[in-house]
T-cell receptor, first 113, second 111 residues
């Protein structure tokens, strides 16, 4: 089976930096994804890590350590519009090209003035 | 380019009824996955279809079924609806299971 843990809620100030952690246990690991989801909307893709290290994309960066089963999403220069839930998801290979994403419960980030 | 589309947007059904939800993937994407998202939780995997064949199934009862058509669109069917089936149903498409792009979802309410 798979188990994914991330904090339920976080609060940060506009302009600051926030780090959202995610730990996972899985077999057949084949990548870790971060999605942003605003209330009432579908998740939108933010980042993908399959190898250890840091992936940077503008204000957002994501880090992966496969040996530790650990990832984090780093958001810089926070803006009010960044207030959303951030979902960590692990992809595991099943058979052939089949794969499925297992999501954590999400971290609700509140950005304040 | 059009993203993933789903219909209907909202749906209200009564316990015991059945429902069919529809999804059209991004053009060129052959893989479609279905997820159920209950309020306050992350999406839960239901099915994956690739090239019209079921490639994966989550821990959902047999009341849930799906299929994929030759044009790669997909339907999710749920029979004998229960109150607990009330959720946002998300469809995601991808190229061979890589990064998945989600549609806007269908919000199902069972009364």
């Amino acid at each position: 089976g798979q188990n994914i843990d991330q904090p339920t809620e976080m609060t940060a100030t506009e302009g600051a930096i926030v780090q959202i952690n995610c730990t996972y246990q899985t077999s057949g690991f084949n990548g870790l994804f971060w999605y942003q989801q605003h209330a009432g909307e579908a998740p939108t893709f933010l980042s993908y890590n399959v190898l250890d290290g840091l992936e940077e994309k503008g204000r957002f960066s994501s880090f992966l350590s496969r040996s530790k089963g650990y990832s984090y999403l780093l958001l810089k220069e926070l803006q009010m519009k960044d207030s959303a839930s951030y979902l960590c998801a692990v992809r595991a290979l099943t058979t052939g090209t089949a794969s499925k994403l297992t999501f954590g419960t999400g971290t609700r980030l509140q950005v304040t003035l | 380019d059009a993203g993933v589309t789903q219909s209907p947007t909202h749906l209200i059904k009564t316990r015991g009824q059945h429902v069919t939800l529809r999804c059209s993937p991004i053009s060129g994407h052959k893989s479609v996955s279905w997820y159920q998202q209950v309020l306050g939780q992350g999406p839960q995997f239901i099915f994956q279809y690739y090239e019209k064949e079921e490639r994966g199934r989550g821990n959902f009862p047999d009341r849930f079924s799906a299929r994929q058509f030759p044009n790669y669109s997909s339907e999710l069917n749920v029979n004998a609806l229960l109150l607990g089936d009330s959720a946002l149903y998300l469809c995601a498409s991808s190229l061979q299971g890589n990064e998945q792009y989600f549609g806007p979802g269908t919000r199902l309410t069972v009364t």
